[in-house]
């Protein structure tokens, strides 16, 4: 018979963000709740780490952006420690012998395209209205359940619902949603511009996370995936949480247990205990059972049905769902340690320089070139020229670093999860972490000599630490057929899975991964329904 101690109202399996914001939820609607983390820390992938001494930074996600308005509000994270610094804004590209800075001033940005194209420069307005007006929209539908397939009415009046926030925007602009939802990112901005380093700015963007050629079809949606967020009501705008991304996740746990949530690490589960085929709790890698008739899953989908649970459990229409998930992001993550801040060739460090380098500092001058890396890593499992996305939140956050030393994410693509001829990934890190920093060496001189310390997130290592399948950041990719009422499975976007009892609240559910803490809240949501329904308990 189980203890009253092991006994609780609900089990969320996994302290990444979405696990916490379940639990905030599901504590803040009076249920007794109790987090297991497999790990010896808490966040998941928003985490902040020493990585060597006197020297920390995120160790996976790096910016802010999508983080839920509401999620913020109803957590108090701002309360509870979490503070995000707005960066200027814009990009900057670094380009052979030249660069492109895009700053958020729309005419100084049309001014500096103009350098490139006369035509791209007039088109750049239209086109960040573009973004800004899909992104308002498409926030709304992303913070909401999809309706689910085979739904009743609750779902029809869900369709209605999303279907009226598209219809509200201008028929232009619809247009371009549908482009945006069905194209290749590569044919979407060779219909909008003409020159070479505004298309690899945008065409990043597709990439991120996301394992493709840039003129596959459905790549477009992944720009529209990065661009929902909010920092300041500023939509699209990306920051720093100061003291790095753990800052998020360390107040969603003081949000957690000052609303009674038990929160334990090193606390891995191996097994959902299912009696006649309803969740009654879990069994840790201890031995340890702990009971509860709801369990929320933060882990990855084919974490939970594979590992957790015997997907042959399931119908076999979801089992083979599950089985075929694609997960795979092509991620490779570094940090490094800085003695001086980096000098780019043809960037400064007067005024106009630093501020550009407060944002993101991008290698991918070409769609050619992204193309280019996602071959190469097609046939040899790494990009000889890879697509690198650079960050220095040291520029505007001094808690990170001792007095004048830098550190700076690394965040590249494309690097397979699994190597051709049987390589592994512990072989060859440290050689692909040189050819990493060779490739930014070329740009910036004494990038390489400033160096000190530095931290290797292989796609392995990703997989190894987080669970995450395939070492992919969002939980499964974010193609056209694994979002919306899609993800992770036709009939269960609403965060019920098939078995009675458990919920999935981590990214594999809509609208999937970035630190937003959506799927979180709303799997709370869900569950808090049911449980006033005694639909579980
Ligand atoms: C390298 C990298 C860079 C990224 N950059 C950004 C960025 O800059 N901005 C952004 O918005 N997003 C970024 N992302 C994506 C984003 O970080 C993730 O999609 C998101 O954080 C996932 O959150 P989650 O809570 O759903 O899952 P996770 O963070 O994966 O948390 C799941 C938790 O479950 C635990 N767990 C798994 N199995 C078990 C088990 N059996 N028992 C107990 N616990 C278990 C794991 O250890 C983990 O702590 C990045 C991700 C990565 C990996």
Redesign the pocket.
Known sequence: MSTSENRTDAIV?????????CAGYLARGGLKVTV????DV?????LTEEFHPGFRN??????????DQQVIRDLDLFQHGLELLQRPGGSLSILPGDHLYLPRDPASAQQALARFSAADAAAYPEFEDLLESLGDAIRVIATQVPPNFGGGLSDLWKVLGQANVLRKLPADRQADLAELMTMSIGDFLDRWFESDPIKGLYGFEGI??NFVDPYAQGSAYVLLHHIF?QVDGRTGA?AYAKGG?GAITQAMARYCRSQGVDIRTN????EVILDKGVAKGVV?EDGTALHAPVVAA???PQ?LFG??IDPALTPDRFAKRVAGWRSE?A?F?MNVALSELPKFDTVDHDENGLTAMKNTIDIAPSLDYIRAAYDDARMQGWSKAPVVSMCIPTLMDDSLAPPGGHVM?L?CQHFRRHLPDGRSWDDVREEVADHIIDTVAAHSPNFRQAIVGRQI?SPLD?ER????VG?D???GTLHLDQIFALRPAPGHADHRMPIPGVYL????AHP?????GI??RNAAQEILKDVKRRKVG
């Open positions: 399996i996994g302290a990444g963000h979405n696990g916490l914001s297991l983390e497999r790990r808490i966040g998941g992938a928003a995120s160790v996976f996600s790096y910016l802010v952006s999508l983080l991120i996370g967020g990306w991304m606390a891995a589960v191996s840790l933060n882990c990855h974490i590992q957790l992001s991620t993550r994410s965040f997130n990703i630490k987080l669970n995450m070492g950041i969002f939980h609240c981590g990214s594999g999937g991964g970035g630190v937003s799927p979180g």
